[in-house]
Structures are given as C-alpha cells and as structure tokens.
T-cell receptor
C-alpha cells in the first residue's frame, strides 16, 4: 500500500519568501504524480502533473520536481503571496487510476 | 468547459436514511472517480469508471455504497442506511484517458455529508 508523507505538516511564512514543500512516497512504481491545492471546505485544484518519465514541471511561480527512484517530490513556490495560503496535497498514482494522497501541508502566507 | 460539478453541495441526514449524490464530469472525459475525505486527511479513493463500466472499487466501499454511471455521462453515488461514520466530503474527479498517458484528474467542489 502506498504511503505518502508530506513535510512540514504546517508552515507560516511572510509574504515574498520562496518556499519548498516536501513529499515522500514508499512505492516508487508510479505512473504520475499530481500536486493540488485545497482551500478550506472546498474541492481540489490541480496545480501540476508530472508523468513518471519527467523530472520536473513548471507553471508560473510553481515548480515541481520528481525523483521517482528515491520516492520524493518537491513543490517550490517562488515569491509567496497571501493568496497562496491553502493546503497543498501531493498525490502519486500507482495504478493508472487511483491517486494516493498525503495529509497535506497547510500553508499560511502573512502580509 | 465548466469543470466538474457536484450536487448537492451539502447534505444533512439522519442515521439510517439513504442519500444520493450526483457528479457531472467535464464533457468528453471518459474516466470518472469518487473519493472520500474526512477532516484533516487526504482524499481516499473509492471507485472509478471508464465510460459506463465500473472498473475498480476500493475495499472502503462497503455493500451500503453503490455507484453508477449510466451512458457514461454523469454518475451517482448512493449510500444506504447511513451511519455517523459516513460523515465526510465526497469528491468526484474526471480525466480523459489516452492509451499510454496518465492524464490529469480534475476535481469537483465536493458534497459534504453530515449524518446526525
């Protein structure tokens, strides 16, 4: 069974800082990995999708890297803004259909 | 493209009652997924459909749960004889499956179920 761990569980930073969110997973036989953000009481918004053959993906101020063999992914957020405050979820996909989620990192960016 | 929609957004019911949720995927997405999320946890996979066929069910999906996707369009998730432990956010997602490529899953806003 895939176990997903996200570190830190919570993070508070002042606006403008660059930050890194970490995700580790126990089963490296993945097809892909998605990063999501979730605002309180809301659904999930897809941020980035990395296929297993890729090493990184970028979208605006976000960059996600994948080291499949070591079971790690990182999400880098540049120049953080208060609007980035949310829970960030990492989800590797092992089966080609189901995503396996960690508990997420709760991010607060203060003005 | 209006995104994945779910109805109702909130449902409060008494223990023992039956409830049904609906999910409308992004048009032309051939895969549809149901997940369940409890407070402080990440979503957990329940089941998925490719077109109208239900191809996989998690062991979390007890006999009281049933899902359908008639004609490969919208899907319904029914919970019979609800229990307080069923209280959770039920999330639907959809994707377009192309052979050899594992595509992005897009999630709806969820249905929050409270069982009293």
């Amino acid at each position: 069974k895939q176990e997903v761990t996200q570190i830190p569980a919570a993070l508070s930073v002042p606006e403008g800082e660059n930050l890194v969110l970490n995700c580790s997973f126990t089963d490296s036989a993945i097809y892909n990995l998605q990063w999501f953000r979730q605002d309180p009481g809301k659904g999930l918004t897809s941020l980035l999708l990395i296929q297993s053959s890729q090493r990184e993906q970028t979208s605006g101020r976000l960059n996600a890297s994948l080291d499949k063999s070591s079971g790690r992914s990182t999400l880098y957020i540049a120049a953080s803004q208060p609007g980035d405050s949310a829970t960030y979820l990492c989800a590797p996909g092992n089966s080609g259909y189901a995503l396996n989620f960690g508990k997420g990192t709760s991010l607060l960016v203060t003005p | 493209d209006t995104g994945v929609s779910q109805n109702p957004r909130h449902k409060i019911t008494k223990r023992g009652q039956n409830v049904t949720f609906r999910c409308d995927p992004i048009s032309e997405h051939n895969r549809l997924y149901w997940y369940r999320q409890t407070l402080g946890q990440g979503p957990e996979f329940l089941t998925y459909f490719q077109n109208e066929a239900q191809l996989e069910k998690s062991r979390l999906l007890s006999d009281r749960f049933s899902a359908e996707r008639p004609k490969g369009s919208f899907s319904t998730l029914e919970i019979q004889r609800t229990e307080q432990g069923d209280s959770a956010m039920y999330l639907c997602a959809s994707s377009y499956r192309v052979t050899g490529l594992h595509n992005e899953q897009f999630f709806g806003p969820g249905t929050r179920l409270t069982v009293l």
